[in-house]
């Protein structure tokens, strides 16, 4: 069975970045679809961005975050990477790895990780 | 402003047929595959529907999904307390260099 771990909680000033990470077991990257999604409290889901780890250059990104988000795979160790830079209080928010075989079709989620933008 | 359009609540009383609808466009639903969502509070989502009408194993044949033109839809037959969850409607849109849009959730109450 596939499970993704992401990393644990962060709380970040504005203007400054934060990497996420998310690591398969059970499974690999190779071949699939790595996106994350993110929620704002009390929001629904936004798709940033989303990565294929056995072909490079591969990374699409959302209009919204196209400036400020890089996602990178590693095959080598299955783990998947999402920055997002000049963060604002909006960014506030958790931010989930999804893996599948298409975009759209995120089979298996990671637990969630919980951004804090805050001065 | 979801790119595609869902209610924002619905009820059932437990044993009813509820259905969720999801509208977008000839960008997204009306030219690629839906996808439907479940996610319990506090927790990730759960795949629920692929390909429009495709169950992922697990998933009971309580939950259908179908779609029609730039339309589509989620039937929960026989609700249980349990199906008391938001659901999501997902797309890949081809507009803007292509990306996945959602909508933006129908809260599912079981009366």
């Known amino acids: 069975q596939v499970q993704l771990v992401q990393s644990g909680a962060e709380v970040k000033k504005p203007g400054s970045s934060v990497k996420v990470s998310c690591k398969a077991s059970?499974?690999?990257?190779?071949?699939?679809?790595i996106s994350w999604v993110r929620q704002a409290p009390g929001q629904g889901l936004e798709w940033m961005g989303g990565?294929?780890?056995?072909?490079?250059?591969?990374?699409t990104y959302a209009q919204n975050f196209q400036a400020r988000v890089t996602i990178t795979a590693d095959e080598s160790t299955n783990t998947a990477y999402m920055e997002l830079s000049s963060l604002r209080s909006e960014d506030t928010a958790v931010y989930y790895c999804?893996?599948?075989?298409?975009?759209?079709?995120?089979?298996?989620w990671g637990q969630g990780t919980r951004v804090t933008v805050s001065s | 402003q979801s790119v595609l359009t869902q209610p924002p609540s619905a009820s059932g009383t437990p044993g009813q047929r509820v259905t969720i609808s999801c509208s977008g466009s000839?960008?997204?639903?009306?030219?690629?595959?839906v996808y439907w969502y479940q996610q319990l509070p506090g927790t990730a989502p759960k795949l629920l529907i692929f390909?429009?009408?495709q169950r992922p194993s697990g998933v009971p044949d309580r939950f259908s999904g179908s779609k029609s033109g730039t339309s589509a839809s989620l039937a929960i037959s026989g609700l249980r307390s349990e199906d008391e969850a938001a659901y999501y409607c997902?797309?890949?849109?081809?507009?803007?260099?292509?990306?996945?849009?959602f909508g933006g959730g129908t809260k599912l109450t079981v009366l």
């Open positions: 999804a893996r599948g075989g298409e975009l759209g079709n995120f089979e298996y």
């Open positions: 059970g499974g690999t990257f190779g071949g699939y679809f």
């Open positions: 990565v294929i780890a056995t072909i490079f250059d591969s990374a």
């Open positions: 000839s960008f997204n639903i009306g030219s690629n595959y």
């Open positions: 390909r429009n009408d």
């Open positions: 997902a797309a890949w849109d081809d507009s803007l260099s292509g990306h996945v849009v």
